[in-house]
């Protein structure tokens, strides 16, 4: 299973093969920018799937409770 930004990227390559093989002009321009904006919305995918924090695994959270707690009344 591929993640959007790789769906993306995926999408900018054939994009990119599009305007590759376009002899107008016009559609070879329209291919690089389609391709540039996939390459755009890929960057934007990474950043925010980055800002997602994974949620502990179960051995973590259950090391974090075996551990003492600090004894803050000072």
Avoid: C, G
């Avoid at 321009?29 to 890929?42: G, K, P, R, Y």
């Avoid at 950043?47 to 803050?72: F, G, H, M, N, R």
């Amino acid at each position: 299973m591929f993640s959007s930004a790789e769906r993306y990227r995926r999408r900018a390559i054939e994009a990119q093969h599009h305007a590759s093989h376009a002899i107008d002009a016009t559609l070879k321009a329209a291919f690089e920018e389609i391709a540039h904006n996939w390459l755009s919305l890929a960057e934007q995918a990474d950043w925010l799937a980055a800002q997602i924090i994974p949620p502990a695994s179960p051995v973590l959270q259950q090391q974090q409770q075996s551990q003492p707690k600090e004894d803050t009344a000072t």
